[in-house]
């Protein structure tokens, strides 16, 4: 298996436009967490699902972050409008039912200028 | 407080020492605790997790949990270079709920 894939692993854009990240996990995981991680403020969790369906998105910034699962295969992030403050990495990973291990992605460095 | 709490560091240690590592946490209903290590640029990868308290060891590493006292810690054995990163502890709050809430990390330098 290729692991979690991320897209893109870079972004660069302006302030007010609207953000999508992209999430491929592992075949066969049940869990789909969103991370994100500054200098600041370590590693946060954004949101996770479980077999598709939202579990806890109290991690959610505010109203303009918004995340998807349609299917077991595919997560979107999106941010709209992005401000600066939202610059950071942001990671997805994935859990099969009944493992402990976590599987990141490579992460999307996200720069809002 | 924070729910995780790590020292940012940095921790030098000379090659061939044992590092230790060290977490607090505040939620006494933590069920899980794990340790990843962060190259950086890199994502996080899982090196242990530990349930009980006492010790757990696997090859150079040993995780040591005590419950009474919500500390968590990692000993790295015979430390080298390529031990140089980020170490991020992690809990979970209860097996059903599978979301990990992660410390701040403590980044260690192993000094040739």
């Known amino acids: 298996d290729a692991g979690v894939i991320q897209s893109p692993r870079h972004e660069v854009t302006e302030m007010g436009q609207e953000v999508t990240l992209r999430c491929k996990p592992i075949s066969g995981h049940d869990y789909l967490f969103w991370y994100r991680q500054t200098m600041m403020r370590g590693l946060e969790l954004l949101i996770y699902?479980?077999?598709?369906?939202?579990?806890?998105d109290s991690g959610m910034p505010e109203d303009r972050f918004s995340a998807k699962m349609p299917n077991a295969s595919f997560s979107t992030l999106k941010i709209q409008p992005s401000e600066p403050r939202d610059s950071a990495v942001y990671f997805c990973?994935?859990?099969?039912?009944?493992?402990?291990?976590?599987?990141f992605g490579q992460g999307t460095r996200l720069t809002v200028v | 407080q924070k729910e995780v709490e790590q020292n940012s560091g940095p921790l030098s240690v000379p090659e061939g020492a044992i590092a230790s590592l060290n977490c607090t946490y505040s939620d006494r209903g933590s069920q899980s605790f794990f340790w990843y290590r962060q190259y950086s640029g890199k994502s996080p990868e899982l090196i242990m997790f530990i349930y009980s308290n006492g010790d757990k060891e696997d090859g150079r590493f040993t995780a040591q949990l005590n419950k009474a006292s919500q500390y968590v810690s990692l000993l790295i054995r015979d430390s080298q270079p390529s031990d140089s990163a980020t170490y991020l502890c992690?809990?979970?709050?209860?097996?059903?709920?599978?979301?990990?809430?992660f410390g701040s990390g403590t980044r260690l330098q192993v000094q040739p």
């Open positions: 992690a809990v979970n709050r209860d097996t059903g709920r599978r979301a990990l809430t």
């Open positions: 699902f479980n077999n598709n369906v939202p579990i806890d």
């Open positions: 990973a994935s859990i099969r039912q009944g493992n402990t291990e976590a599987f």
